[in-house]
C-alpha cells in the first residue's frame, strides 16, 4: 500500500512544480501533505496510523525531516555551505562591475582574425566568467546583448552564436567556484555515510568477518576535492566547444567568417589585452590557486573571493580620477607585505623566540591594516556608487536564502520518499539490472539527463543525489570516488540549462535577442553543444583521473598529508615499488652487496649486528614482493572463471534477502490482521509467504554444489596474497628501521664529539658559577645530547644533575656525581664515535638507496616523487567486488 503513496508524493510535487508553485515550498509540502494522508488513512482503514509506512511511523517521519533540516546549519562538519553566500557575493559584484562586457569586447578583437574567432571568444570569455561570477544568468545575458549583435553583424549563423553563447554562459556550473558543486558536495558526504554503511553490511553478509579492511571504505568528498576534481573537465569542456567551433568555421566558413579587428596589435592594444585580462585572472589564481596549493579551505578561498570582487569593483563601478585605482594599489602593497612576512619569518604566536620573530609579526599586523584599509575603501565606494553594495547584499541574501530554503524543503522530501520505501524500491530496481554498475549508472544518469529537460540543478542536486548516490556509492565492483561521481553529475546537470523547454539559459537569451533570431534556430544551436557535454560526460567517464588525480595529488602533498602507511595507500605504494625494483633493481642489488662487505668493525657490536640484519632483510624484499605479485598474479588467473559464479550467487542470494524481506513484511502484516473479520486475509497472505518460501528455497537450489568449495579456494588464494604482502611489509619495515637507526647513530657522532669540551666545562664551573647560570647551561647541554641517536644516558644524567641543581639545598656531591655519570657514559662510545666518520659517507649511501624502495612505508610522509606516482595511480578506479 505504501507504494500508492509514494506515487502520490512524487505525483503531488509534480504539479506542484507544475504548477509554478514556489520549489522551496513543494518539496515540504508534498512531503508533509503524503505522510499525513497516509497517517489519517491507516488510522481510519487499519486502526494503526504506522499502517501504511514502509518503515516507522509518521511522527519518526516528520521528526527525521526536521533533523535532516537541522543538520543543513547545526552539524559543524558540514561547514561547506558557508561558501555559497561568499561566492554568491564575489559573483554578483563582479556582474555589476561589469567585467564581462570589458572582456567580450577585447577578447573580440582578438579572436576576430581566426576562423569562428568571435565564437571562440565568446567561449573563451565565458570560462574566465564561470571561474569568476559564475553566475550563468547575467553571463548569458551580458554576451547576448554584447557579442551576440556583432556576430550577427559580421554574418555568424543565428543558431551557431546563440548556441556558443548559451552553452559558455553555462560553464559557471562546472568550472570552480560553483554553487552546484558546493551543493553537491554537501550531498555527496551524507551519501558516502550511507554507501559506507551499506558497504560494511554487505562485506559481513557475504564473508561473515565482523570488520570490513578499511582499504575497501567509500572514499568521500568535500567542496575543496569537488572543485579541484571538476577542474580539468571544465577545461576539456571549453576545449570541445572551442575546437567545434574552429572546425565547424574551417569546414563551413560561411557559417563562422574572420573578422578583422580594424585597428593595430601595438603596444597600445597588448597594454589593453594585459589590462583586460590580469584582473580576473588574479582573481582566479588567488581563490583556486589557494585551494589548490592547499593555503585555504573552500570557505577561506571564498573569503578570498569575495573580499577580491569588492577591491576590483572599488576601481571598475566610476572613475576617480587619479584616485581610481588606489584602493587596489594599496590591497597589492598589503598583500606584497603579508607575503613577505609569511615567507622569511615565524608567524606562529606560540614559537616566537627571537627578536626577529616579533619583526614578522609586526609585519603581518601592518599588512593586515593596509590590506583591510583597501577592502574597506573599496567598500565605501561601492555603497557610494549608486548605493552598489547595498544592491549586492541584497541580492545575495535574496539568492543564498532561495539555495538554503531548497535543501530544507529537499531533506523533508527525502525523508518521506524514504517513509513510504522509494529508496529500497530504487536499490533493488537498479542492483536487479544486469550489467552490473555501470548498468546502473547509465540508466541514474539518463534519468538525470531527463530531469534536466524539465527541473533546475538545484532541484536535481537535492532530490535525486541522495536517492541514488548512496546505491552507486556502496557498488564494490567499480568502486568510483565521491568526487567522481558529483562530477559526473555535475556535468549532466549542466545540460539542464540547455534542454527545451525549460533550457533557463535558453530564456535568458531569448529575452535579449533580437526578434530576427527565431526560437526554433536556439534550439537547433544548442544541440550541438549538448552532444558536446554528453561527450565530455563520455571522456571524463572512461578516464577517471581527470577527475581524481588533481584532489588526489594535492591531499598526498598537503602538510596533513596521510602517512605511506595508510592502508588505502598500500596498493599504490606497492606499485611503486614494484617499479623502483623494475627500473633499478641492479643498482640496489648491488648497494645490498656493497653494504654486506663494508668493514664496520670499528662501530659497536650491537650496530654492527643491526645493520648486517638490516641489509639482510632489505636483499630479501625484492623476492618477498616478488612472491605476493606471484600469488596476485593467481588471482587474476582465477577471477574470470570465478567472477561468473561469484556474480551468480549473488544475484541469486539478494534475490533471496528480497525474498526474506518481503516475508517478513507480510508476516507482520498477519499479526496486525486480528479477529474473525480478517481471517480470509490472514490466510491469504499466509498463502502468499508458503509460496514466497517456496520460491525462495527453489532459488537456494540454483545455488551451485561446490560453491562453498569454490569460494573457500579464492578466499585462500587472496590469504595467500594476503600473508605474502604482510611478510614483505614487516621485512621492508624492519630492515629499513636497523639501517635507519644505524645511520642516525653513526652520523650523529660528530656533534657528540664536539660536546664534550662543554660536557668538561659544565663540571668544572660547579664550584664557580650561581646554580641558577649552571641550570640553564645544562638544560641546553642535556637538549642536544638529547637530539643526538644513543646518547639519552647521558642526557638522563646531565638532566639528573639539573634537577638536583634546582632544588634550594642543592647537593653539589650529588650534581658531581651525576655530572661524573655523564662523563663516564661519554667515554664509553667516544672511542668508536671517533672511527664512525670513515664509514659514515658508505652508510648514508646506503640508507639513501633503499629509502624509497624499501623505507618508503616507515616515512612520515611521501616525498613529492613518491607522492605523485602514488595520486597517478590511486586516480583510477579498482574493482574490489570479488572481496565481497
Known amino acids: 500500500m505504501e507504494l500508492y503513496f509514494l506515487a502520490l508524493l512524487i505525483l ?100 576576430g582574425p581566426v576562423p569562428g574567432g568571435l565564437g571562440i571568444s565568446v567561449v573563451f570569455v565565458g570560462a574566465l566568467l564561470a571561474a569568476t561570477t559564475g553566475i550563468v544568468g547575467a553571463t548569458v545575458v551580458a554576451m547576448g546583448l554584447i557579442s551576440l549583435p556583432a556576430m ?371 534550439y537547433k544551436g544548442v544541440v550541438a553543444f549538448i552532444a558536446l557535454q554528453l561527450l565530455a560526460l563520455a571522456i571524463v567517464g572512461y578516464y577517471p583521473p581527470l577527475v581524481n588525480y588533481l584532489p588526489t595529488r594535492v591531499s598526498l602533498l598537503a602538510e596533513t598529508a596521510p602517512p605511506p602507511r595508510n592502508p588505502k595507500l598500500q596498493y599504490c605504494v606497492e606499485q611503486f615499488v614494484a617499479g623502483e625494483f623494475a627500473e633499478n633493481g641492479d643498482a640496489i642489488e648491488a648497494a645490498h652487496q656493497q653494504a654486506a662487505a663494508l668493514d664496520l668493525s670499528a662501530l659497536p657490536k650491537e650496530l654492527q649486528d643491526k645493520f648486517a640484519k638490516g641489509v639482510k632483510a632489505a636483499a630479501m624484499a625484492d623476492d618477498l614482493l616478488g612472491e605476493a605479485a606471484s600469488a596476485r598474479k593467481a588471482i587474476d588467473d582465477a577471477s574470470p572463471a570465478y567472477r561468473v559464479v561469484h556474480d551468480r550467487v549473488r544475484d541469486i542470494e539478494r534475490a533471496m534477502g528480497d525474498l526474506d524481506e518481503e516475508i517478513a513484511a507480510l508476516r507482520v502484516t498477519i499479526s496486525r490482521s486480528q479477529g474473525e473479520e480478517n481471517a480470509a486475509s490472514r490466510e491469504r497472505l499466509g498463502e502468499r509467504v508458503a509460496a514466497l518460501e517456496a520460491e525462495k528455497e527453489t532459488l537456494k537450489a540454483e545455488i551451485p554444489a561446490d560453491w562453498n568449495d569454490t569460494y573457500k579456494a579464492y578466499k585462500s588464494l587472496i590469504q595467500a596474497e594476503d600473508k605474502a604482502l604482510n611478510q614483505y611489509r614487516r621485512n621492508s619495515d624492519s630492515a629499513y628501521g636497523d639501517v635507519r637507526d644505524v645511520f642516525a647513530a653513526v652520523s650523529g657522532s660528530s656533534a657528540y664529539l664536539e660536546l664534550e669540551g662543554d660536557l668538561k666545562a659544565a663540571t668544572g664551573r660547579l664550584e664557580t658559577d650561581a646554580p641558577a647560570d649552571l641550570v640553564a647551561q645544562l638544560e641546553q647541554l642535556g637538549d642536544r645530547f638529547g637530539e643526538i641517536d644513543g646518547a639519552s644516558k647521558i642526557r638522563s644524567a646531565i638532566s639528573k644533575a639539573r634537577r638536583e641543581l634546582e632544588k634550594d639545598n642543592a647537593d653539589k656531591a650529588k650534581v658531581a656525581t651525576a655530572l661524573a655519570e655523564a662523563m663516564t657514559l661519554y667515554d664509553e662510545q667516544k672511542g668508536w664515535r671517533s672511527g664512525a666518520g670513515a664509514v659514515l659517507p658508505a652508510i648514508a649511501r646506503y640508507e639513501e638507496t633503499i629509502r624509497y624502495p624499501i623505507g618508503i612505508r616507515t616515512l612520515d610522509r611521501m616525498p613529492r616523487e613518491v607522492a605523485l606516482e602514488v595520486a597517478a595511480c590511486s586516480a583510477h578506479h579498482r574493482d574490489i567486488s570479488l572481496n565481497f
Open 152 to 522: 550577427l553583424r559580421n554574418k555568424y549563423s543565428p543558431s551557431l552564436a546563440t548556441g556558443t553563447i548559451a552553452a559558455s554562459g553555462t560553464l559557471g556550473q562546472i568550472i570552480p567556484p560553483s554553487i552546484v558543486l558546493i551543493i553537491l558536495a554537501d550531498q555527496l558526504a551524507s551519501a558516502v555515510d550511507q554507501a559506507g554503511t551499506a558497504r560494511k553490511a554487505l562485506f559481513r553478509a557475504t564473508t561473515g568477518e565482523a570488520n570490513m579492511p578499511s582499504a575497501f571504505d567509500v572514499i568521500s568528498t568535500s567542496a575543496g576535492e569537488m572543485f579541484l576534481g571538476a577542474f580539468i573537465p571544465g577545461l576539456v569542456l571549453v576545449a570541445l566547444y572551442m575546437i567545434y567551433i574552429l572546425i565547424y568555421a574551417l569546414i563551413k566558413p560561411s557559417v563562422a567568417p574572420a573578422v578583422h579587428y580594424g585597428g593595430k596589435f601595438d603596444v597600445a592594444f597588448w597594454r589593453k589585452v594585459f589590462l583586460t585580462l590580469v584582473p580576473p585572472l588574479t582573481l582566479i589564481f588567488l581563490v583556486l590557486g589557494s585551494i589548490i596549493a592547499g593555503v585555504a579551505t573552500v570557505n577561506q578561498a571564498g573569503a578570498i573571493g569575495a573580499a577580491g570582487a569588492l577591491v576590483m569593483a572599488g576601481y571598475r563601478l566610476s572613475d576617480f580620477g587619479r584616485w581610481t585605482y588606489a584602493p587596489a594599489i594599496l590591497a597589492l602593497i598589503g598583500l606584497g607585505i603579508l607575503a613577505v612576512a609569511i615567507s622569511n619569518f615565524e608567524m606562529n604566536l606560540k614559537s616566537i623566540d627571537t627578536t626577529a620573530d616579533w619583526l614578522g609579526i609586526q609585519l603581518g599586523i601592518l599588512g593586515t591594516i593596509v590590506l583591510s584599509a583597501a577592502i574597506i575603501w573599496s567598500g565605501w565606494r561601492a555603497w557610494k556608487v549608486d548605493d552598489t553594495l547595498s544592491g549586492i547584499m541584497l541580492e545575495t541574501a535574496k539568492t543564498t536564502a532561495l539555495v538554503f530554503i531548497i535543501l530544507l524543503g529537499a531533506a523533508m522530501l527525502t525523508a518521506a520518499f524514504r517513509a513510504f520505501g522509494g529508496e529500497d524500491l530504487v536499490r533493488d530496481f537498479l542492483n536487479s539490472m544486469p550489467g552490473g554498475f555501470w548498468a546502473k549508472f547509465i540508466i541514474v544518469m539518463t534519468v538525470i539527463f531527463v530531469l534536466g529537460f524539465f527541473l533546475d540543478f538545484i532541484e536535481i542536486a537535492v532530490v535525486v543525489v541522495p536517492i541514488v548516490a548512496p546505491i552507486l556509492l556502496a557498488d564494490p565492483s567499480a568502486n568510483v570516488t565521491a568526487v567522481w561521481l558529483g562530477v559526473m553529475i555535475g556535468l549532466n546537470i549542466q545540460t539542464s540549462f540547455l534542454t527545451p523547454p525549460f533550457g533557463f539559459a535558453l530564456f535568458y537569451l531569448r529575452g535579449v535577442a533580437p526578434a530576427t533570431v527565431k526560437t526554433i534556430q536556439m
Open 12 to 111: 503531488t510535487m509534480a504539479v506542484a512544480l507544475g504548477s509554478g508553485y514556489p520549489v522551496a515550498f513543494a518539496l515540504p509540502g508534498a512531503a508533509i501533505i503524503t505522510i499525513t494522508i497516509a497517517a489519517v488513512t491507516g488510522w481510519l482503514f487499519a486502526g494503526n496510523t504506522d499502517a501504511f509506512f514502509h518503515t516507522g511511523g509518521p511522527q519518526q517521519w516528520l521528526s527525521a525531516g526536521v533533523t535532516n533540516l537541522r543538520g543543513v546549519y547545526w552539524e559543524v562538519e558540514r561547514d561547506t555551505l558557508i561558501a555559497i553566500p561568499l561566492f554568491i557575493f564575489m559573483g554578483i559584484t563582479l556582474q555589476r562591475s561589469k567585467i564581462a562586457e570589458d572582456l567580450l569586447v577585447t577578447m573580440a578583437q582578438l579572436f
